[in-house]
């Protein structure tokens, strides 16, 4: 989720984006000569302190890369980000491609209950139920009647989920939909424990009553702290996994946990806590690794606030930039400048293309005509133009990148804007509250289609967060989530995206490049382009 690093625009093989796993993977045991020991442990620092570990509830990076290493869906995405079965035992599929009868195997929580159809239903219905407010809502809506419900314009009842028995379910959609399977890996589509959370709602907040289905089981979480977690020997496929215990250290200071690492205190870094500032040392040491990564980088714009609520200043404010010369001068990781909104990587209808080569650069950086829309926005050179803050969440290098878009808005447009810092729990929470001017934000695919990034725009979506709406953009969705013609949906996207980008609620600046630095003797770990780090198959040789 590169050796290559404009693979994201110049790919025209999806498996050029899907086929990525680090150095290693392959084998789960130890090469030849190697005895493992009885004890496995590493320790990985993934991010900060998590929201939530409900998945249901969850909509971060961090915490659904310990979500996954806990939980399991009906699916699991292999090495290649291809799905496959995992509690499911079988999936059938109608001609129509609507109805999706499954079949689960005989598994159990880590707790030693079974897993159930029931247990299925009611966290999918939980992340539907409109007074949970789930972000993530939407990515059930497929289901028959599941944005109806979410939206109280039809009952729990209505909705397309029906336990036939304890291993059977049958769920209706909406309309086909061709990465659904895809879609029963994502975290939101895991199942919940319903008897245990019944009993204890604040169940997802600490190890006694933590109950997951996954590779590991929560062993002990300090808050802010660490997360550790075990081996579940309640997994249905527990031989695979060879860790004994895994160490998810809650660092929201990157400085700190590259000198943990560099201590030998840590055996790997995620993305999100390593320093922009080391960047180029931990290349030349050759420590940095890379690997594809569906994203984008971009700031939002609150367009509920004046003078945000103006077309032509957000549009004035992205032109003002230069992508190359932050990539070259603070990301510093080799990404690609982001004249679009849907990173490349994911198909377009037409064979051997890709959306976005398909889509092209949909506009371009021009400081003459940012200013004439300063302008005639009614702010020449920057005059009486108020000061806005730029919103940006402290654990993982954010503050260099907003310190030099201040600079450039101020050197070639006369504005000024404040810098705001804010820990990860309560970033998120200002964007969701709309409690913010600008802020920066990032997305990362959650499955292989332009989809992903393109429905969390629509009116009052859960991931919007921009207070911005267009009747346009959502018919176009709505045009693509109902037509089962690939071409008829693609030119649906394509056409929304055009919106999106002519309208500017948000300011792409760069499409994703993964960088992470992670021990040599550690092989197995997958690193998928969407951004989960899937530690099943872990082994650490000696």
């Known amino acids: 989720m590169f050796k290559n690093h404009k693979w994201l625009v110049t790919t025209t093989s999806i498996a050029l984006v899907l086929g990525v796993v680090l150095t290693g993977c392959g084998s789960t045991a130890p090469t030849a000569g190697t005895t493992p020991s009885k004890e496995m442990k590493m320790s990985y620092a993934p991010g900060s302190e998590p929201k939530t570990l409900d998945p249901q509830m969850s909509n971060g990076i961090p915490e ?110 909406e309309s086909p939909t061709p990465y659904f399977k895809s879609l029963l890996a994502f975290p939101t589509y895991y199942p919940v424990n ?47 996994v060879k860790l004994t215990e895994l160490t998810f250290n809650l660092v929201s200071d990157g400085k700190a946990a590259l000198t943990a690492y560099e201590a030998g205190q840590l055996d790997g870094i995620d993305q999100t806590a390593v320093p922009i500032s080391d960047l180029d040392r931990l290349r030349k040491a050759g420590s940095l690794k890379t690997s594809p990564y569906l994203g984008t980088y971009f700031y939002r714009f609150n367009v509920t606030k004046k003078p945000l609520d103006n077309t032509k200043v957000r549009q004035a404010l992205a032109l003002a930039i230069n992508r190359q010369a932050l990539i070259d001068n603070v990301f510093k990781a080799g990404q690609t400048p982001a004249l679009g909104y849907v990173p490349g990587g994911v198909p377009d209808a037409e064979t051997g293309k890709t959306f976005r080569e398909v889509g092209g650069e949909l506009f371009k950086e021009d400081l003459t005509k940012a200013k004439q829309l300063l302008a005639e926005a009614g702010y020449p050179d920057g005059k009486n133009f108020p000061e806005l803050s730029i919103l940006y969440n402290t654990n993982g290098s954010h503050q260099l990148p907003a310190q030099a878009i201040q600079d450039m808005w101020a050197k070639n447009l006369g504005i000024n804007v404040k810098l705001v810092g804010q820990e990860w729990k309560v970033y998120q929470r200002s964007q969701q509250d709309l409690q913010y001017d600008i802020s920066r934000a990032g997305w990362i695919g959650d499955y292989i289609d332009p989809m992903t990034f393109m429905d969390m725009f629509v009116t009052q ?65 997958i690193q998928l382009p969407l951004g989960f780090t899937d530690f099943k198959n872990v082994t650490v040789e000696k």
């Open 461 to 525: 979506g859960g991931n919007n967060q921009t207070g911005w709406s267009n009747a346009d953009f959502d018919k176009d969705i709505e045009t693509a989530k109902k037509s089962g013609d690939q071409k008829v949906r693609m030119q649906a996207m394509h056409d929304a995206e055009k919106v999106l980008v002519n309208d500017m609620p948000i300011m792409p600046i760069y499409y994703y490049v993964n960088y992470y630095v992670l021990k040599d003797n550690i092989k197995g770990l």
């Open 194 to 240: 319903k008897n245990n959370v019944e009993a204890n709602p604040k169940w997802n907040l600490q190890p006694e009553t933590f109950v997951s289905n996954g590779p590991f089981k929560m062993q002990s979480w300090s808050h802010n702290d660490k997360l550790v977690l075990v081996k579940n020997s309640n997994y249905w496929d527990a031989n695979s």
């Open 64 to 173: 659904m890369i310990m979500e996954m290493n806990m939980f399991e869906g009906l699916m699991r995405l292999d090495k290649d980000s291809n799905p496959q079965n995992a509690i499911a035992d079988s999936i059938t599929v109608s001609p129509d491609g609507l109805i999706y009868t499954i079949k689960l195997k005989d598994t159990k929580w880590n707790n030693g209950n079974p897993v159930t159809a029931d247990d299925f239903k009611f966290a999918w219905m939980h992340a539907l139920n409109p007074e949970a407010a789930a972000e993530y809502a939407y990515q059930l809506f497929y289901i028959k009647n599941g944005e109806a419900y979410n939206s109280k314009k039809a009952n729990a009842e209505d909705v397309g989920i029906k336990v036939v028995d304890p291993k059977t379910m049958e769920i209706t959609l």
